[in-house]
């Protein structure tokens, strides 16, 4: 296999996760198809200003990318459902900071679609008087979604939390982005906030939750790349 690999045809390209087809999107987000759900996860909305609020200034963009990227996604599913993953916000008071634009931004995602909020560490309470129903988990096709991974049984998971990178060296330059990484049992989604950071998922964190062979996509320019795991390198 070479170091990138990509689905030239129309279709997007399937990671199997308990039995069904999985479609790994650009922006992070990931659709499955028979249940016409998208899925996102650690949208970290409001980050800037929960950073802010301390002292520490970032570039107050940060919510309006991230709900950018969620409707590119959007165009191209067209999901009738959107499960957000947890840490949807960076802190528990991040949605009562949205302003008006990103309110309205939000809104017009959620429009015509179920909307559901899994709670996460950042918000365990997830977003009040936003839209949509608040769950700690949920469960789909068999498939057991949750913010984070869990250790115990052999159920089909799709989780969050853990924000995986993957760092490869092609044509002798170091590349290092987002990925998506699963088993068939197990798939963990890459973090979509614009400030998110990143664990290599050679880190113990995320290699110990996988015991078989893995596959790994990393997020390119308008597509996603498959990536050999013999090619993964440490931070």
């Known amino acids: 296999m070479t170091a990138l690999s990509a689905n030239q045809g129309m279709e997007p390209p399937a990671i199997m996760i308990g039995g069904i087809e999985a479609w790994p999107h650009a922006s992070g987000a990931l659709y499955l ?104 988990h949920a469960v789909l096709a068999g498939i057991m979604l949750r913010h984070e991974p869990s250790t115990d049984g052999p159920r089909p998971e799709i989780a969050g939390h853990l924000h995986p990178v993957a760092r490869i060296r092609l044509r002798g330059k170091s590349l290092r982005r987002r990925c998506f990484i699963a088993d068939g049992t197990r798939l963990i989604l890459p973090a979509m906030g614009a400030l998110a950071g990143g664990l290599n998922v050679r880190d113990s964190a995320i290699a110990g939750l996988f015991a078989g062979p893995r596959e790994v996509w990393m997020l390119g320019e308008g597509r996603v790349f498959a990536v050999s795991p013999a090619l993964l390198l440490p931070d």
């Open 33 to 136: 198809p028979a249940e016409r759900t998208l899925l996102v996860s650690d949208l970290h909305l409001e980050k800037a200003s929960s950073h802010a609020r301390r002292g520490v200034f970032l570039p107050p963009y940060d919510t309006r990318v991230t709900l950018g990227a969620v409707a590119l996604a959007v165009a191209a599913f067209s999901p009738r459902r959107i499960i957000a993953m947890g840490d949807s916000f960076h802190d528990r008071h991040g949605a009562a900071r949205l302003d008006e634009a990103d309110m309205r931004n939000l809104a017009a995602l959620q429009a015509g679609r179920d909307w559901l909020w899994l709670t996460g560490n950042h918000d365990p309470d997830a977003a009040p008087g936003l839209g949509g129903d608040v769950a700690d």
